[in-house]
């Protein structure tokens, strides 16, 4: 026993289980067999309650003639009744009783499907070293039992190969179940242990993918705020020049007018007009080509400031892309 409890410990015990009857759901075999059984049990049934009211019936219509009758016909007929009755209910214990009928056609019908459970369980587990395999299904209670523990579906595909091997009669068919004991057997808990490592891996990338959005939000967000502050900065600097500009531009009509009325002194009201006039179309002209020359500059100075802006643009993209590279290869690693 400490030999055995020490090897136990050195290789750990290995454990699982079955659940019967699952396995007996999925079987076609027993599914039909059991229809057939059933349908013979519930006309034996049918077969007794109609006699057991036959019988009713008899007693009735005895208690409604005993007037009519004398003792020795209705202890005869009595007699008769309860010898019926007795008949009947040993007909119903030999089919549904102990070790009736029903009992031992059932028990026929699960003998061959237990002995081929049995068989594969014990192939199972000397194949896979496994210590203990319990069945669900029985007496045993078992509060808990994690999935990944339970062999019900390989069971159930070795008693299917099985069948197809007996019913096989084609060479096409013995080949086909041939190749399909070849088939590897699921590892469920390598399974799970595979999927959980998927698991993790995806919510790591998820998180992963979720910051790097983040980061670029916050980067458009802070890109698009200082575009704004710019722009509102040129807007003010442009309004500030516009007004100079205007300013200058009536100073400078006011200090030719003035000149003007200077030089020609008195003059006719027509010929005042026409000198009062062609100030005021120079002034104009003027203000026309400081304008042209205003928005030229504009022009190119939102030339640069595009240029500059996709030259930015190109030197964060290319930053992004080689921080994503190296991402990628953390995660690869």
């Not at 289980?17 to 079987?27: A, F, G, H, K, P």
């Not at 009928?101 to 199972?124: E, G, R, T």
Request: charged content about 40%.
């Amino acid at each position: 026993m400490l030999s055995l409890s020490s090897l136990y410990a050195q290789r750990g015990v290995r454990i699982a289980y079955i659940d019967t009857e699952y396995i007996l759901e999925n079987v076609p075999e027993y599914q039909d067999a059991t229809q057939q059984l059933n349908t013979k049990a519930q006309q034996w049934k049918n077969e007794i309650e109609e006699k057991l009211a036959a019988i009713e019936q008899k007693r009735i219509d005895l208690s409604n003639e005993k007037a009519l009758l004398t003792n020795e016909l209705i202890e005869e007929r009595q007699e008769d009744i309860d010898f019926e009755e007795n008949e009947i209910l040993d007909y119903q214990q030999k089919r549904f009783g102990p070790n009736g009928d029903l009992f031992i056609q059932k028990k026929q019908l699960m003998q061959p499907i237990q002995d081929q459970i049995f068989a594969a369980v014990q192939d199972l587990a000397e194949g896979r070293k496994y210590d203990f395999i319990f069945d669900k299904s029985s007496d045993a209670v078992m509060l808990f039992s994690a999935k990944q523990f339970d062999l019900s579906e390989q069971i159930l595909r070795s008693i299917t190969r099985s069948a197809k091997r007996k019913q096989a009669q084609s060479r096409a068919e013995i080949k086909a179940a041939e190749e399909e004991e070849l088939i590897p057997e699921i590892n469920e808990e390598l399974e799970a242990r595979e999927k959980a490592l998927e698991e993790k891996k995806a919510e790591r990338e998820s998180a992963v993918e979720k910051r790097r959005q983040e980061i670029l939000a916050a980067r458009e967000a802070k890109k698009k705020e200082a575009e704004e502050r710019r722009q509102k900065i040129l807007e003010e600097r442009e309004k500030a020049r516009q007004t100079k500009l205007d300013a200058r531009s009536q100073t400078s009509s006011s200090a030719k007018v003035e000149e003007s009325n200077e030089t020609t002194g008195e003059e006719t009201d027509e010929t005042k007009t026409e000198d009062e006039a062609k100030p005021e179309t120079e002034t104009k002209t003027q203000a026309e080509l400081i304008e042209e020359n205003r928005l030229k500059k504009l022009a190119e100075r939102e030339a640069r400031i595009k240029e500059l802006e996709e030259r930015k643009q190109k030197i964060l993209e290319e930053r992004q892309k080689r921080k994503d590279s190296i991402n990628a290869a953390r995660n690869n690693n």
